[in-house]
Structure formats: structure tokens, C-alpha cells
């Protein structure tokens, strides 16, 4: 549990940090992209221990697995309500083919 808690936390610095600075166009894009590494810094801090940790109970696959699908609902989540961006069936259909694809990787064979 250790291991999703901190990909969690790493997702939500991730997120913000390639996607906050979009409703904030005007400003330079050297300073967005030095604000974004700042902020990614802080993402590495909590992604490279839970990799760490997480990789005594699964294999490399299985955690790059977890951390995609952990981005893509803290991503759902920052669109919605930050961005103010909708959710499209389009993309939901995308969502379940990405959930077979873990349960794929999960499964023993």
C-alpha cells in the first residue's frame, strides 16, 4: 500500500507540473519550464521510493501499470476540475482498454 500512496502523491506533482501551466499561457515559457522542474523535483521524491519499495512485491511492468493507470485518474480528476475539461465517451473507452491491458499484466499465466 506503501507503494500506491507514494505513486499517488507523485502523480498529483506530475500532473501539475506538465499540465498546471496551461491556464497560465501568458506567461514566459522559460519560467514555466523552470517552475515545472522545481515541481517535478518534488514528483521524483515520492515516484523513485515507491518504485523502490514497490519492486519487492512487483515486477517493473506491473509497477509501470500502476503508476499509468494512478495518472490517469489524478489526470481525470486535474482536467476536471482544474482545467474545466469534460470527460468525452471516447476517452472512457480508451480508460477500459488501458484496464485490460491490467488486467493482462496482472493475471498469472
Not at 500500500?1 to 507540473?17: P, R, V
Request: overall charge positive.
Amino acid at each position: 500500500m506503501k507503494t500506491i500512496i507514494l505513486l499517488c502523491i507523485s502523480n498529483i506533482f506530475m500532473t501539475i507540473a506538465w499540465y498546471g501551466h496551461l491556464k497560465y499561457k501568458s506567461a514566459p515559457l522559460v519560467t514555466v519550464i523552470f517552475v515545472s522542474w522545481g515541481i517535478a523535483f518534488a514528483e521524483y521524491c515520492f515516484q523513485v521510493p515507491a518504485n523502490r519499495i514497490g519492486h519487492a512485491t512487483f515486477t517493473a511492468a506491473q509497477l509501470k501499470t500502476i503508476q499509468e493507470v494512478i495518472t490517469l485518474a489524478v489526470f481525470c480528476a486535474f482536467s476536471l476540475i482544474y482545467l474545466k475539461e469534460e470527460i468525452r465517451w471516447n476517452y472512457l473507452v480508451g480508460f477500459a482498454f488501458i484496464a485490460l491491458a491490467v488486467f493482462f499484466i496482472f493475471k498469472k499465466w
